[in-house]
């Protein structure tokens, strides 16, 4: 009986901490939402700092106090959500539970690696700690329309991108036998290179035809570059307005798997299958 009294206890601490960390919906999760981005935006501005040599030189101590401070938190709140629920294992191998991962992991390997030979890789693990700026993904009201709309739109996207690499090749080829290697197009992968840069109407400058014929060929890959990029944002914009027509999606997780994007009337996980 005082087992089965403690179980309960413990299971509703961990329905009380799961409301709290992985709710939008109640006080106690909104303000733990705007503390956590608050903590996420300011590790991020002094991973940014720590970059700038002036700032590093003068107040690199400080900074490297200030990403142990947001280290120890993010640790805990790391922590706090494979306790939270029933299958931390599932959380722990999901997008973002590898981003909470990410966020933390170099700060501590940076104490395996001792040594001058190698602070580079110290440094360079250290810039890892910009994947924290992806659990801004928690907190953004539309995230899930964006994501249901890109993931609707991605086989047009993919045959889109397919048409654009088979145009780029042909033009890079047909440019290679148009112009001469003084030219710049020395062979077809160059030249498929200044077909991209011109396509995409970026235009570096550093290729250009000399020819006549290769200049009017340039010029209808400018022109056809305009009416390319409006396809894109065409097919993604129509995307996000079916999906903001479709029923709404509701902020609650998965006490057991820590999913989300269930419908409000969701009585069951459609990841897992467990009782919401």
């Known amino acids: 009986m005082y087992s089965n009294k403690n179980s309960r206890s413990g299971s509703k601490r961990r329905s009380v901490l799961h409301e709290v960390i992985f709710e939008a919906d109640t006080p106690a999760g909104k303000a733990f939402d705007i503390f956590l981005l608050c903590c996420i935006a300011l590790s991020v501005l002094a991973v940014m700092l720590d970059s700038v040599k002036v700032v590093r030189i003068q107040y690199g101590g400080v900074l490297y106090a200030i990403e142990w401070i947001f280290t120890i938190l993010f640790t805990v709140e790391y922590i706090l959500r494979l306790l939270c629920v ?17 966020a933390i992991a170099p700060t501590y390997l940076s104490m395996l690696l001792p040594g001058s030979q190698y602070l580079l890789v110290i440094r360079l693990l250290r810039v890892l700690r910009i994947f924290r700026v992806l659990k801004l993904v928690y907190y953004l009201g539309e995230a899930t329309v964006l994501i249901q709309a890109l993931r609707a739109s991605r086989r047009k996207i993919t045959v889109f991108i397919f048409v654009i690499f088979t145009i780029v090749i042909i033009v890079g080829s047909l440019m290679y036998l148009i112009e001469s290697e003084e030219s710049g197009f020395t062979s077809i992968p160059r030249s498929v ?63 057991e ?14 990841f897992c299958g467990a009782k919401m």
């Open 86 to 102: 029933g299958r931390p294992f599932m959380y722990a191998k999901s997008f973002f539970g590898i981003v909470d991962l990410l």
């Open 193 to 255: 290179y200044w077909a991209i840069v011109t396509l995409t109407t970026v235009g570096y400058g550093d290729i250009s035809p000399k020819t006549s014929l290769g200049q009017a060929l340039a010029a209808l890959v400018m022109i056809l570059g305009f009416s390319i990029i409006a396809v894109p944002t065409g097919i993604v914009t129509a995307e996000i307005t079916q999906a903001m027509g479709q029923k709404k999606v509701s902020t609650q997780a998965c006490s």
């Open 257 to 270: 798997c820590s999913a989300e994007g269930h419908e409000i009337d969701a009585v069951y996980c459609k």
